[in-house]
């Protein structure tokens, strides 16, 4: 057999992944499964930027591109950065990714030596601490209770920085909480960063424009001060419903930039010429499409509100922003299922209603806070419908 590094064998693999293997089970023995777990919109990618994509390959754009990504898409950045951010950022001081996700990748390959601790608050999109192991940093989880409305407060902040921290880790909007940072709490982290000079931070600001209620900022904004240690990620598969086209972008210090530019040259060598065309199309396009999506998962969002408010044993909380529902469990934990099994963990709850309702959902475990199930609303109306329908009437049945 072949002698894995220990860096792979490190990396543990998700609870989440049993719901998995049941759902292709249930699959196999023919049942339909409603799936609450997608962490994409459903929606097509808008037609112009389609277009756009084709008279790119039609045109020639063939061929590699520099590894930190197109002029043209380049600059579409810098202008989107300072159109809805009010950021000024230089050509060498972006960079395109295959997604956000090569980009938190190669920033903490830049940057992480052994042992360097990257601060992530909890609940958490998995990857964070799952990329910053790979690269042999160790993630500190900043418990953030939904007394707190999900976030990292200052005190938090403060408590969980050592000598060794090199990152800290923001999502706003988050997944899967779907927690918006207000200018005053962002100010009040910044104050805390401020005192403490060697922590860089890591914005994910993927879900911006998915907001429902106030309007997410990005720490830049509210903290310029702190620009020359911050690496805002972003990208287009939310906002502009491209997830497969694979491309995110990053705006930090050109060193920075540079270091990550050196490691996606010998990579990917460059992210998809035909896709950066596309994105480019998006980002200087029409913004209307952005927020008609944001609209259509606002409906999504009150729907699965209103058909779950009042189950039995789940608390829930209306996102402000993201597609996710994140609600409580624990008012499901030690109740018993109609034939005698005792629900101990929010993964027995969401095995539970995989078997019972056909609905998949994932367990908080998978985001590093318990017992909550994240139930995401990034699918079809009827199967929202559906599926809300059938989870109510399974917690029902629990005694
Ligand atoms: N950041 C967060 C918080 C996400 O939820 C996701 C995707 O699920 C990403 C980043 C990755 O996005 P991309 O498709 O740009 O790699």
């Not at 590699?64 to 001081?93: C, F, S, W």
């Not at 996710?324 to 034939?339: A, Q, R």
Request: proline fraction near 5%; include cysteine; hydrophobic fraction near 40%.
């Amino acid at each position: 057999t072949i002698g894995l590094a220990e860096r792979v064998i490190a990396l543990k693999p998700s609870a989440s992944i049993v719901a998995r293997q049941k759902v292709t089970e249930l699959q196999a023995a023919g049942k339909t499964i409603i799936d609450l777990t997608i962490g994409e919109p459903d929606l097509d990618t808008p037609a112009h930027i389609i277009e756009a994509a084709i008279s790119a390959a039609r045109g020639g754009d063939t061929h590699y591109t520099v590894p930190m990504g197109t002029p043209a898409l380049r600059k579409a950045i810098v202008q989107k950065l300072k159109n809805d951010n009010a950021l000024e950022y230089g050509l060498n001081e972006v960079i395109v990714g295959v997604g956000a996700k090569q980009l938190i990748y190669e920033a903490f390959a830049a940057t992480l030596n052994e042992g360097d601790e990257v601060i992530v608050p909890a609940p958490y999109w998995v990857s964070y601490p799952d990329i910053a192991t790979i690269h042999g940093g160790k993630p500190v989880i900043a418990e953030c209770p939904e007394t707190d409305g999900f976030k990292l407060t200052p005190q938090s902040l403060k408590e969980a920085i050592t000598a060794r921290t090199k990152w800290l880790v923001l999502n706003s909007p988050n997944n899967p909480t779907g927690a918006i940072y207000s200018r005053e709490e962002l100010s009040a982290l910044a104050e805390v960063l401020r005192e403490a000079r060697h922590v860089w931070v890591m914005t994910d600001e993927i879900y911006e424009h998915l907001t429902y209620e106030g309007k997410a900022l990005s720490l830049g904004e509210v903290a310029p001060d702190l620009k020359d240690r911050l690496l805002i990620v972003n990208g287009v598969s939310k906002a502009y419903a491209m997830t497969g086209w694979r491309i995110g972008y990053a705006a930090g210090p050109a060193a920075l930039i540079a270091a990550m530019n050196k490691l996606i040259g010998q990579n990917t060598s460059c992210a998809s010429s035909v896709s950066q065309a596309a994105a480019a199309a998006a980002l200087n396009g029409d913004q209307a499409c952005v927020a008609e999506a944001a609209e259509t998962f606002r409906k999504r969002r009150d729907r699965m509100f209103e058909l779950l408010d009042g189950t039995p044993g789940m608390k829930l909380r209306k996102p402000d922003g993201a597609f996710y529902f994140y609600p409580s469990v624990e008012g499901l934990i030690g109740k018993s299922t109609p034939d005698g099994r005792v629900l101990k963990s929010d993964l027995d709850v969401a095995l539970y209603l995989l078997e019972s309702a056909h609905v998949a959902v994932l367990d908080g475990s998978a985001y590093g806070m318990s017992p909550y199930l994240r139930m995401s609303f990034g699918g079809a109306l009827e199967d929202i419908e559906a599926g809300c329908r059938a989870v109510r009437k399974s917690c029902e049945a629990l005694v």
